[in-house]
């Protein structure tokens, strides 16, 4: 599985950004679908997860901000964030966990395919 992500820019603090992410297979079949972020010097965040039936989980600090989705016509899940704030300024990723379920993975080691990342600033 190879995924792409984009839609990462410089923004202003209170703005809205997409991210996407385009997998190389049918998104349906991949399992579990995740996007994290990372800051330098710190560990990798968990924002959320979508399973392959479009179910979503994500971490609680976040979830009032963040939203994630799939259009599994084009292979893509997206990850939608509003009311950005400087904090939110770091490197996203989207990773892959094919054939697990969202609610039995959560720690980046458990996706085994991640996309190089697009960076998100907020000033």
């Known amino acids: 599985v190879q995924l792409v992500e984009s839609g990462g820019e410089s923004v202003q603090a209170g703005g809205s950004l997409r991210l996407s992410c385009v997998a190389s297979c049918a998104t349906q079949d991949i399992g579990c679908m995740g996007w994290f972020r990372q800051v330098p010097g710190l560990e990798r965040e968990g924002i959320g997860s979508?399973?392959?039936?479009?179910?979503?989980t994500y971490a609680d600090s976040l979830k009032a901000r963040f939203t994630i989705y799939q259009d599994n016509a084009k292979n893509t899940v997206y990850l939608q964030m509003n009311s950005l704030q400087p904090d939110d300024t770091a490197m996203y990723y989207c990773?892959?966990?094919?054939?697990?379920?969202?609610?039995?993975?959560?720690?980046?080691?458990?996706?085994?395919?991640w996309g190089q990342g697009t960076q998100v600033t907020v000033s």
């Open positions: 990773a892959a966990a094919p054939g697990a379920k969202c609610s039995d993975v959560a720690a980046p080691v458990e996706f085994d395919y």
């Open positions: 979508i399973d392959s039936d479009g179910i979503t």
